[in-house]
C-alpha cells in the first residue's frame, strides 16, 4: 500500500513522510480520538517486503515491546503496535 500525506492508517492520520531505511519507514502522523482530540505520533511503519516475514515481525515485536519498558528524553516513547490491513 503505497502511502501520503493525508492518509488514515488504523488510528492514524498522516502528517508528512519522514523517511526509509532498509527495513522500515517512518511518519509523522497524528493519533485521531474521540472528540477530535489528536496527539502527535511517530509512525515506524514494516516495508511490504518484510511484512510477512514472520521472523523479521517478531523481531520488530520484540524491539516494540523493549522500546515500551524505557522512558528517557532521547528515545522514542511507543504507546501502540500492531497490524494495518494485514502490514
Known amino acids: 500500500m ?3 500525506a493525508g492518509d ?3 488510528r492514524y492520520e498522516l502528517v508528512s513522510w519522514l ?3 532498509g527495513m522500515a519507514e517512518t511518519w509523522r502522523a497524528q493519533l485521531v480520538g474521540d472528540a ?3 496527539k502527535p505520533v511517530l509512525i515506524k511503519k514494516v516495508l ?3 511484512a510477512n ?3 523479521f515481525i517478531s523481531m520488530f515485536i520484540s524491539e516494540a515491546r523493549i522500546s515500551a ?3 528517557h528524553g532521547n528515545v522514542a516513547q511507543v504507546f501502540d503496535f500492531g497490524r494495518v490491513d494485514g502490514e
Do not use: H, I, K, N
Request: net charge negative; aromatic share 10%.
Open 2 to 4: 503505497a502511502l501520503q
Open 8 to 10: 488514515v492508517f488504523g
Open 19 to 21: 523517511g526509509r531505511g
Open 36 to 38: 477530535g482530540v489528536t
Open 48 to 50: 511490504p517486503e518484510y
Open 53 to 55: 516475514d514472520e521472523a
Open 69 to 71: 519498558t524505557l522512558s
